[in-house]
């Protein structure tokens, strides 16, 4: 079964909104790479300052590909502050990271469930 990859991004009030708009802004950036099946990005409602980026991969294999190859490339010279777009992107001086620490979780997928079909 698939492996999900949980990104605990600790995020202050003042650039919640920095970060969602660079992650709105990479849309695209992993959903061609091979073996990525999901992505969220999870915005706290109360009582935790940490977003949360879920990814859903085939395989660990398919995500060290993916964190060698293209999300280092996106990330090239970027500070602390989140594997997952939460560097923000583009060329030249880059922008400071939106969040202030990074921790990733992972996890097998052992069961799963779907809606029923009506």
């Known amino acids: 079964m698939s492996i999900v990859k949980i990104n605990a991004l600790t995020v202050p009030a003042e650039q919640r909104?920095?970060?969602?708009?660079?992650?709105?802004?990479?849309?695209g950036a992993v959903e061609g790479s091979d073996g990525f099946e999901w992505f969220?990005?999870?915005?706290?409602?109360e009582?935790?300052?940490?977003?949360?980026?879920?990814?859903?991969?085939?395989?660990?294999?398919?995500?060290?590909?993916?964190?060698?190859?293209?999300?280092?490339?996106?990330h090239q010279g970027g500070g602390q502050g989140g594997g997952q777009g939460a560097g923000g992107e583009g060329g030249g001086?880059?922008?400071?990271?939106?969040?202030?620490?990074?921790?990733v979780w992972s996890f097998e997928v052992v069961q799963q469930?779907?809606?029923?079909?009506v």
């Open 17 to 27: 909104e920095v970060l969602e708009q660079r992650f709105a802004s990479r849309a």
């Open 40 to 45: 969220e990005l999870l915005r706290p409602v």
């Open 113 to 117: 469930a779907a809606p029923k079909s």
């Open 47 to 74: 009582g935790t300052d940490q977003y949360l980026v879920y990814t859903r991969w085939r395989s660990e294999e398919d995500f060290q590909a993916w964190m060698e190859g293209p999300m280092k490339a996106a």
């Open 93 to 103: 001086e880059r922008p400071k990271p939106a969040a202030s620490g990074s921790s």
